[in-house]
Protein backbone atom coordinates (compact mmCIF):
# COMPACT_ATOMS: atom_id res chain seq x y z
CA UNK A 1 0.00 0.00 0.00
CA UNK A 2 1.46 3.29 -0.81
CA UNK A 3 -0.96 5.62 -1.95
CA UNK A 4 -4.50 6.22 -0.38
CA UNK A 5 -7.68 8.24 -1.80
CA UNK A 6 -10.64 9.56 0.30
CA UNK A 7 -13.85 11.22 -0.41
CA UNK A 8 -17.37 12.17 1.02
CA UNK A 9 -20.42 11.02 -0.75
CA UNK A 10 -24.15 11.28 -0.92
CA UNK A 11 -25.97 12.91 2.45
CA UNK A 12 -23.20 15.23 4.44
CA UNK A 13 -23.11 14.93 8.08
CA UNK A 14 -21.34 16.80 10.63
CA UNK A 15 -18.39 15.00 11.58
CA UNK A 16 -17.11 14.08 8.12
CA UNK A 17 -14.47 16.53 8.16
CA UNK A 18 -12.90 15.27 11.46
CA UNK A 19 -13.10 11.36 9.60
CA UNK A 20 -11.22 12.97 6.97
CA UNK A 21 -8.60 14.47 8.93
CA UNK A 22 -7.89 11.03 10.79
CA UNK A 23 -7.75 9.23 7.54
CA UNK A 24 -5.64 11.72 6.30
CA UNK A 25 -3.01 11.79 9.35
CA UNK A 26 -3.02 8.48 9.86
CA UNK A 27 -2.17 8.03 6.33
CA UNK A 28 0.90 10.04 6.77
CA UNK A 29 1.95 8.85 9.66
CA UNK A 30 2.32 5.18 7.73
CA UNK A 31 4.37 6.98 5.42
CA UNK A 32 1.05 6.96 2.47
CA UNK A 33 0.80 9.30 -0.25
CA UNK A 34 -3.00 10.68 0.80
CA UNK A 35 -4.92 12.04 -2.11
CA UNK A 36 -8.29 14.15 -1.88
CA UNK A 37 -11.43 13.96 -4.08
CA UNK A 38 -13.57 16.72 -4.62
CA UNK A 39 -17.42 15.74 -4.99
CA UNK A 40 -17.50 11.96 -4.26
CA UNK A 41 -17.68 9.44 -7.07
CA UNK A 42 -18.48 12.51 -9.31
CA UNK A 43 -14.39 14.03 -8.65
CA UNK A 44 -13.51 10.50 -8.95
CA UNK A 45 -15.09 10.45 -12.66
CA UNK A 46 -13.88 14.03 -13.68
CA UNK A 47 -9.88 13.34 -11.91
CA UNK A 48 -10.39 16.10 -9.06
CA UNK A 49 -7.85 13.93 -7.09
CA UNK A 50 -5.19 16.45 -5.49
CA UNK A 51 -2.60 15.33 -2.97
CA UNK A 52 -3.26 15.95 1.19
CA UNK A 53 -0.86 16.94 3.33
CA UNK A 54 -1.31 16.74 6.70
CA UNK A 55 -1.84 20.87 7.01
CA UNK A 56 -4.58 20.67 4.79
CA UNK A 57 -6.83 19.18 7.19
CA UNK A 58 -5.68 21.44 9.88
CA UNK A 59 -8.62 23.71 11.95
CA UNK A 60 -11.17 21.14 10.75
CA UNK A 61 -12.59 19.10 12.98
CA UNK A 62 -14.93 21.58 14.46
CA UNK A 63 -16.38 21.85 11.51
CA UNK A 64 -19.89 20.72 9.60
CA UNK A 65 -20.22 19.97 5.97
CA UNK A 66 -17.36 18.37 4.45
CA UNK A 67 -14.42 20.52 2.67
CA UNK A 68 -14.33 17.87 0.18
CA UNK A 69 -17.71 18.47 -0.79
CA UNK A 70 -19.95 15.93 -1.68
CA UNK A 71 -22.32 14.90 -4.44
CA UNK A 72 -24.46 12.70 -5.90
CA UNK A 73 -23.01 10.77 -9.05
CA UNK A 74 -25.34 8.82 -11.85
CA UNK A 75 -22.43 8.30 -14.14
CA UNK A 76 -21.20 6.35 -11.19
CA UNK A 77 -23.94 3.55 -11.59
CA UNK A 78 -23.19 2.76 -14.91
CA UNK A 79 -20.26 -0.11 -15.37
CA UNK A 80 -18.39 2.64 -18.07
CA UNK A 81 -18.88 5.20 -15.48
CA UNK A 82 -16.70 2.92 -12.78
CA UNK A 83 -14.06 2.13 -15.39
CA UNK A 84 -13.32 5.83 -16.07
CA UNK A 85 -13.21 6.96 -12.03
CA UNK A 86 -10.95 3.42 -12.04
CA UNK A 87 -8.88 5.05 -14.62
CA UNK A 88 -8.77 8.42 -13.08
CA UNK A 89 -7.26 6.29 -9.57
CA UNK A 90 -4.92 4.80 -11.73
CA UNK A 91 -3.40 7.71 -13.17
CA UNK A 92 -2.04 8.48 -9.02
CA UNK A 93 -1.11 4.96 -8.47
CA UNK A 94 -4.16 5.03 -6.15
CA UNK A 95 -4.00 2.01 -4.23
CA UNK A 96 -6.58 1.75 -1.23
CA UNK A 97 -9.87 4.35 -1.22
CA UNK A 98 -11.59 5.50 1.61
CA UNK A 99 -15.51 6.13 1.43
CA UNK A 100 -17.55 8.12 3.53
CA UNK A 101 -20.84 8.21 2.98
CA UNK A 102 -23.98 6.26 3.57
CA UNK A 103 -25.30 3.04 2.12
CA UNK A 104 -25.69 4.06 -1.35
CA UNK A 105 -22.05 5.36 -1.45
CA UNK A 106 -21.22 1.77 0.06
CA UNK A 107 -23.29 0.39 -2.90
CA UNK A 108 -21.25 2.07 -5.51
CA UNK A 109 -18.01 0.91 -3.56
CA UNK A 110 -18.79 -2.47 -3.07
CA UNK A 111 -19.67 -2.66 -7.14
CA UNK A 112 -16.11 -0.90 -7.51
CA UNK A 113 -14.11 -2.95 -5.33
CA UNK A 114 -15.31 -6.16 -7.06
CA UNK A 115 -15.10 -4.79 -10.85
CA UNK A 116 -11.63 -2.95 -10.08
CA UNK A 117 -8.50 -4.08 -7.81
CA UNK A 118 -8.47 -0.97 -6.00
CA UNK A 119 -10.14 -1.96 -2.32
CA UNK A 120 -12.45 0.29 -0.86
CA UNK A 121 -13.35 0.93 3.35
CA UNK A 122 -16.53 2.32 3.47
CA UNK A 123 -17.12 4.87 6.94
CA UNK A 124 -20.57 5.27 8.15
CA UNK A 125 -20.83 9.39 7.46
CA UNK A 126 -25.41 10.08 8.00
CA UNK A 127 -27.44 11.74 10.23
CA UNK A 128 -29.97 9.07 10.25
CA UNK A 129 -28.26 6.41 12.00
CA UNK A 130 -29.74 3.85 10.34
CA UNK A 131 -26.68 1.38 9.16
CA UNK A 132 -26.65 -2.12 10.20
CA UNK A 133 -22.97 -2.83 11.77
CA UNK A 134 -22.04 0.15 13.84
CA UNK A 135 -23.98 1.24 17.05
CA UNK A 136 -24.08 4.98 15.93
CA UNK A 137 -22.94 6.63 12.29
CA UNK A 138 -20.76 9.74 12.09
CA UNK A 139 -23.21 12.95 12.14
CA UNK A 140 -25.75 11.59 14.48
CA UNK A 141 -25.22 12.48 17.76
CA UNK A 142 -24.47 16.32 16.21
CA UNK A 143 -28.19 16.01 14.60
CA UNK A 144 -30.23 14.71 17.27
CA UNK A 145 -28.61 17.42 20.04
CA UNK A 146 -28.87 20.32 17.23
CA UNK A 147 -33.20 19.24 17.13
CA UNK A 148 -32.83 19.17 20.56
CA UNK A 149 -31.95 23.00 21.32
CA UNK A 150 -34.62 23.46 18.56
CA UNK A 151 -37.06 21.80 20.20
CA UNK A 152 -35.95 23.02 23.86
CA UNK A 153 -36.89 27.01 22.42
CA UNK A 154 -39.87 25.99 20.74
CA UNK A 155 -41.11 24.51 24.15
CA UNK A 156 -40.13 28.03 25.64
CA UNK A 157 -42.61 29.67 23.54
CA UNK A 158 -45.08 26.86 23.68
CA UNK A 159 -45.19 26.79 27.35
CA UNK A 160 -45.49 31.01 26.82
CA UNK A 161 -48.89 30.83 25.17
CA UNK A 162 -50.15 27.06 26.13
CA UNK A 163 -49.86 25.89 22.30
CA UNK A 164 -49.48 22.86 20.97
CA UNK A 165 -46.46 22.14 18.13
CA UNK A 166 -46.08 19.50 15.96
CA UNK A 167 -42.34 19.49 15.35
CA UNK A 168 -41.19 17.33 12.20
CA UNK A 169 -37.79 16.45 12.53
CA UNK A 170 -35.24 14.42 10.03
CA UNK A 171 -35.36 11.36 8.94
CA UNK A 172 -37.34 9.38 5.73
CA UNK A 173 -36.40 6.02 6.25
CA UNK A 174 -35.21 5.93 10.26
CA UNK A 175 -37.00 7.43 13.45
CA UNK A 176 -34.35 7.64 15.58
CA UNK A 177 -33.33 11.46 15.46
CA UNK A 178 -37.45 11.74 16.24
CA UNK A 179 -37.24 9.04 19.01
CA UNK A 180 -33.83 10.10 20.86
CA UNK A 181 -35.31 14.06 20.13
CA UNK A 182 -38.45 13.23 21.09
CA UNK A 183 -37.67 11.52 24.56
CA UNK A 184 -34.90 14.20 25.34
CA UNK A 185 -37.18 17.41 25.16
CA UNK A 186 -39.79 15.11 26.95
CA UNK A 187 -42.60 15.41 23.76
CA UNK A 188 -45.92 13.99 24.53
CA UNK A 189 -45.95 11.89 21.43
CA UNK A 190 -43.15 10.92 18.75
CA UNK A 191 -44.24 9.45 15.18
CA UNK A 192 -41.82 7.14 13.52
CA UNK A 193 -41.24 5.14 10.02
CA UNK A 194 -40.89 2.15 12.15
CA UNK A 195 -44.24 1.96 13.78
CA UNK A 196 -48.02 3.21 12.52
CA UNK A 197 -49.67 5.40 15.12
CA UNK A 198 -52.87 5.71 15.03
CA UNK A 199 -53.70 9.63 15.10
CA UNK A 200 -57.27 9.22 16.72
CA UNK A 201 -54.90 8.25 19.90
CA UNK A 202 -53.74 11.06 19.85
CA UNK A 203 -56.38 13.24 19.54
CA UNK A 204 -58.27 11.30 22.58
CA UNK A 205 -55.37 12.12 24.51
CA UNK A 206 -55.35 15.83 23.34
CA UNK A 207 -58.88 16.34 24.19
CA UNK A 208 -58.33 14.21 27.63
CA UNK A 209 -55.31 16.59 28.25
CA UNK A 210 -57.11 19.76 27.77
CA UNK A 211 -59.82 18.59 30.48
CA UNK A 212 -57.25 18.85 32.54
CA UNK A 213 -55.81 21.74 32.11
CA UNK A 214 -52.39 20.20 30.08
CA UNK A 215 -51.79 22.71 27.72
CA UNK A 216 -48.35 22.54 26.05
CA UNK A 217 -47.76 19.73 23.67
CA UNK A 218 -44.86 18.29 21.66
CA UNK A 219 -45.47 16.04 19.10
CA UNK A 220 -42.58 15.06 17.49
CA UNK A 221 -42.69 13.51 13.91
CA UNK A 222 -39.86 11.91 11.85
CA UNK A 223 -40.39 13.37 8.61
CA UNK A 224 -41.02 9.51 6.82
CA UNK A 225 -43.56 8.61 8.96
CA UNK A 226 -46.37 7.59 7.47
CA UNK A 227 -49.12 9.49 8.21
CA UNK A 228 -47.80 12.58 6.23
CA UNK A 229 -45.08 14.56 8.40
CA UNK A 230 -45.94 17.19 10.16
CA UNK A 231 -48.03 19.15 8.27
CA UNK A 232 -50.50 16.70 7.57
CA UNK A 233 -50.58 15.93 11.68
CA UNK A 234 -51.04 19.52 12.34
CA UNK A 235 -53.83 19.65 9.66
CA UNK A 236 -55.46 17.35 11.22
CA UNK A 237 -55.31 17.93 14.68
CA UNK A 238 -56.44 21.64 13.48
CA UNK A 239 -59.58 20.18 11.93
CA UNK A 240 -60.57 17.58 14.63
CA UNK A 241 -59.45 19.95 17.81
CA UNK A 242 -60.36 23.42 16.20
CA UNK A 243 -60.07 25.08 19.97
CA UNK A 244 -56.30 24.42 20.60
CA UNK A 245 -53.60 26.74 19.21
CA UNK A 246 -52.14 24.62 17.18
CA UNK A 247 -48.54 25.38 15.17
CA UNK A 248 -46.42 23.49 13.07
CA UNK A 249 -42.55 23.87 12.57
CA UNK A 250 -40.23 21.76 10.25
CA UNK A 251 -36.32 21.86 11.61
CA UNK A 252 -35.56 20.79 8.01
CA UNK A 253 -31.33 21.13 7.13
CA UNK A 254 -30.67 22.82 10.28
CA UNK A 255 -30.04 19.46 11.59
CA UNK A 256 -27.54 18.62 8.69
CA UNK A 257 -24.82 21.14 9.70
CA UNK A 258 -22.92 22.80 12.82
CA UNK A 259 -20.05 21.85 14.78
CA UNK A 260 -19.94 18.58 15.49
CA UNK A 261 -20.62 17.17 18.91
CA UNK A 262 -17.54 15.88 20.92
CA UNK A 263 -19.29 12.11 20.46
CA UNK A 264 -19.28 12.62 16.71
CA UNK A 265 -15.85 13.82 16.44
CA UNK A 266 -14.57 11.04 18.41
CA UNK A 267 -16.18 8.41 16.26
CA UNK A 268 -14.91 9.65 13.16
CA UNK A 269 -11.33 10.30 14.54
CA UNK A 270 -11.53 6.17 15.73
CA UNK A 271 -12.96 5.05 12.51
CA UNK A 272 -10.82 7.30 10.43
CA UNK A 273 -7.69 5.98 11.88
CA UNK A 274 -9.34 1.96 11.64
CA UNK A 275 -10.40 2.90 8.08
CA UNK A 276 -6.60 3.12 7.59
CA UNK A 277 -5.15 0.54 9.54
CA UNK A 278 -7.64 -2.11 8.05
CA UNK A 279 -5.57 -1.41 4.53
CA UNK A 280 -2.75 -1.76 6.30
CA UNK A 281 -3.65 -5.45 7.51
CA UNK A 282 -4.85 -6.26 3.88
CA UNK A 283 -8.45 -5.78 5.39
CA UNK A 284 -10.45 -5.16 2.12
CA UNK A 285 -14.07 -3.92 1.13
CA UNK A 286 -15.25 -3.54 4.65
CA UNK A 287 -17.34 -0.67 6.32
CA UNK A 288 -15.60 0.35 9.52
CA UNK A 289 -18.37 0.49 12.39
CA UNK A 290 -18.17 0.74 16.40
CA UNK A 291 -20.07 -2.15 18.10
CA UNK A 292 -20.03 -2.42 22.09
CA UNK A 293 -17.39 0.20 22.03
CA UNK A 294 -14.99 -2.07 19.23
CA UNK A 295 -14.24 -1.53 15.80
CA UNK A 296 -16.60 -4.24 14.17
CA UNK A 297 -16.12 -4.72 10.10
CA UNK A 298 -18.88 -5.40 7.99
CA UNK A 299 -18.44 -6.66 4.32
CA UNK A 300 -19.46 -3.79 2.09
CA UNK A 301 -22.17 -5.53 0.81
CA UNK A 302 -23.77 -5.96 4.04
CA UNK A 303 -23.26 -2.32 4.50
CA UNK A 304 -27.29 -1.97 4.26
CA UNK A 305 -29.65 0.44 5.26
CA UNK A 306 -31.31 -1.37 8.28
CA UNK A 307 -34.33 -0.34 10.18
CA UNK A 308 -33.94 -1.85 13.25
CA UNK A 309 -36.66 -3.11 15.31
CA UNK A 310 -37.77 0.08 17.78
CA UNK A 311 -38.46 -1.50 21.11
CA UNK A 312 -41.93 -1.20 21.96
CA UNK A 313 -40.83 -0.54 25.94
CA UNK A 314 -39.75 3.13 24.64
CA UNK A 315 -42.96 4.20 23.73
CA UNK A 316 -44.31 3.05 27.06
CA UNK A 317 -41.39 5.29 28.39
CA UNK A 318 -42.72 8.13 26.27
CA UNK A 319 -46.19 7.62 27.61
CA UNK A 320 -45.43 7.47 31.22
CA UNK A 321 -42.76 9.98 31.52
CA UNK A 322 -45.29 12.64 29.65
CA UNK A 323 -48.22 12.00 31.56
P1 LIG B 1 -25.87 7.93 0.50
O1 LIG B 1 -24.46 7.46 0.38
O2 LIG B 1 -25.98 9.09 1.45
O3 LIG B 1 -26.82 6.80 0.80
P2 LIG B 1 -26.76 8.02 -2.32
O4 LIG B 1 -27.70 6.88 -2.17
O5 LIG B 1 -27.18 9.20 -3.10
O6 LIG B 1 -26.29 8.60 -0.90
O7 LIG B 1 -25.41 7.45 -2.98
C1 LIG B 1 -24.32 8.31 -3.25
C2 LIG B 1 -23.72 7.95 -4.58
O8 LIG B 1 -23.21 6.62 -4.55
C3 LIG B 1 -24.67 7.97 -5.76
O9 LIG B 1 -24.88 9.26 -6.28
C4 LIG B 1 -23.94 7.08 -6.75
O10 LIG B 1 -22.92 7.78 -7.40
C5 LIG B 1 -23.33 6.03 -5.84
N1 LIG B 1 -24.22 4.84 -5.78
C6 LIG B 1 -25.29 4.64 -4.98
N2 LIG B 1 -25.87 3.44 -5.21
C7 LIG B 1 -25.13 2.85 -6.18
C8 LIG B 1 -25.21 1.61 -6.88
N3 LIG B 1 -26.18 0.73 -6.62
N4 LIG B 1 -24.28 1.36 -7.82
C9 LIG B 1 -23.31 2.25 -8.10
N5 LIG B 1 -23.18 3.43 -7.48
C10 LIG B 1 -24.07 3.74 -6.54
Known amino acids: LNNIAVL??????????????????TGIYHQLNVYGIMYGYRGMLKNEIFPMESKSVANIIQRGGTI?????????????????????LKKHNIDGLVVIGGDGSFNGAQKFSQEFDIPCIGLPGTIDKDIAGTDSTIGFDTAV??????IDKIRDTADAHDRLFVIEVMGRDAGYIALHSGISTGAEHILLPERKTEVNDIIEELQANERRRKLVNLIVVA?????????????????????????????????????????????????????????????????????????????????????????????????ILAS
Open 223 to 319: EGDETGGAAEVGRIIKERCPQLDTRVCILGHIQRGGAPSCTDRILASRMGYAAVDALLEGIHNVMIGIVNDKIHYTPLDKAVKAKQEIDPEWFKIVK
Open 8 to 25: TSGGDAPGMNAAVRAVVR
Open 68 to 88: LKTARCKEFYEYEGRKKAYEN
Open 145 to 150: NTAIEA
